[in-house]
C-alpha cells in the first residue's frame, strides 16, 4: 500500500515538476490576454465610426442604472433623519488572489484526506468484504448475493476505470497533435488538460474548450481560426465520447444521459470538485445493487441505456 502511494505520488510530483515551466507560461500571459480582450472589446468597429462592444455594453449599463435611479428617487425624509446608503465594496485584486489560495489549500488539504484513505483501503485489503457478507444474512443465498453484487461492482468500475484511461490517453494524444498542427503555445498543457477533463461527463469538454478558445484567440486574434481550433477539440473528445467509449463499455455498465447528467449536477452539489468526478462511479455501483436486489430493480432499469 505505502508502494503504491509512494508511487503515486512521486509520479505526480514529477508530473508538476516537468511541465512547471509551461503552467507558468501561461500565468504569465494572463494579464497580457485580459489586456488584450479588454483592448479588443474596446476597439471601434466599421472604421471607427461605432463604439467597441464593451463600450457598448457599459453604455447601456449606464442608462439602465440612471433609468433604474429615476424611477427609485427616495421620499423626502422627515427632519432629523438622515438617508443612508449602502456603497458596495470595488474589486480588490488581493481579495481574489488570497480567495484563489484559500481554494488551492482546501483543493491540497482534500487531496491529502483521498490519499489517506485509498492508503488504508489498500492496507485493510477485502476486510470490510468479509464483513458484509457476514451481516448479509444467515442464509447462505443471501451471502451469494452480496458476494455477486461486489464483485459486479468491481469488474463494472474496474472496467470503467480502463476505458477512462484508455480513452483519456487518446483525447490527449489527439488534441495535443492538433494544438502541435494548428501551432497553438503549450499544446502539452491544453492537451493534458483536455485528457483529465475528459473524464468528467458534458462539462469537462466544454470547460476545456472555452479555456482553449480564449487562448488561440489571444494568440492569434482571429475568430474564425478560433473556431477551427476550438472545433477541433470539441470534435475529438465528441468523436470519442460517441464512437469510441460505447465501444469500449460493456453494455451492463451503460448508463442513460439522462441519470448521468443528474447524477453529475447532485454529487457536484454535494461534494464540489470531487463529486464531479465520482459522480458516474457512485452510479455505477448504485445500479449495480439495484440490478441484484429485487425491490430495486425498477431503480436499476431507470438508471440503465
Known amino acids: 500500500a505505502f508502494l503504491v502511494i509512494a508511487t503515486l505520488c512521486g509520479s505526480l510530483g514529477f508530473g508538476v515538476y516537468t511541465l512547471s515551466d509551461e ?12 489586456k488584450k480582450l ?17 463600450s457598448k455594453v457599459q453604455s447601456a449599463a449606464t442608462e439602465i442604472d440612471k433609468t433604474a435611479a429615476s424611477a427609485s428617487e427616495p421620499v423626502p425624509t422627515a427632519r432629523g433623519i438622515q438617508r443612508v446608503q449602502v456603497v458596495q465594496p470595488a474589486f480588490s485584486a488581493s481579495d481574489y488572489v488570497w480567495q484563489g489560495g484559500r481554494g488551492a489549500i482546501s483543493f491540497l488539504t482534500q487531496l491529502a484526506v483521498v ?6 483501503l489498500l492496507v485493510t485489503d477485502d476486510l470490510y468484504k468479509r464483513k458484509i457478507v457476514k451481516i448479509a444474512g444467515p442464509t447462505l443465498t443471501k451471502k451469494k448475493i452480496s458476494v455477486q453484487i461486489m464483485d459486479e461492482i468491481n469488474q463494472q468500475i474496474s472496467g470503467f476505470l480502463r476505458v477512462q484511461v484508455i480513452t483519456s490517453l487518446l483525447v490527449t494524444v489527439a488534441t495535443s497533435l ?16 483536455a485528457g483529465l477533463f475528459n473524464s468528467i461527463p458534458y462539462l469537462g469538454p466544454i470547460l476545456v474548450t472555452g479555456g482553449l478558445a480564449v487562448v488561440t484567440f489571444m494568440q492569434f486574434d482571429d475568430l474564425l481560426f478560433t473556431s477551427y481550433v476550438s472545433g477541433t477539440a470539441l470534435a475529438i473528445t465528441s468523436l470519442e465520447g460517441w464512437l469510441l467509449t460505447p465501444v469500449l463499455m460493456s453494455r451492463a455498465a451503460q448508463m442513460n444521459p439522462v ?13 464540489g470538485v470531487w463529486g464531479t468526478i465520482l459522480a458516474v462511479p457512485m452510479l455505477m455501483a448504485l445500479k449495480a445493487v439495484c440490478d441484484r436486489v429485487e425491490d430495486l430493480q425498477p431503480v436499476g432499469e431507470l438508471l440503465g441505456e
Request: hydrophobic content about 60%.
Open 259 to 271: 441519470a448521468i447528467f443528474v447524477g453529475l449536477l447532485f454529487w457536484s452539489w454535494v461534494w
Open 38 to 54: 479588454r483592448d479588443r472589446m474596446n476597439a471601434p468597429q466599421r472604421g471607427g465610426e461605432d463604439p467597441g462592444l464593451l
Open 178 to 193: 492538433a494544438l502541435w498542427w494548428f501551432g497553438v503555445n503549450n499544446y502539452i498543457i491544453w492537451g493534458l488538460l
Open 23 to 34: 503552467v507558468v507560461d501561461i500565468v504569465d500571459d494572463m494579464p497580457r490576454a485580459a
Open 115 to 120: 490519499l489517506f484513505l485509498v492508503f488504508f
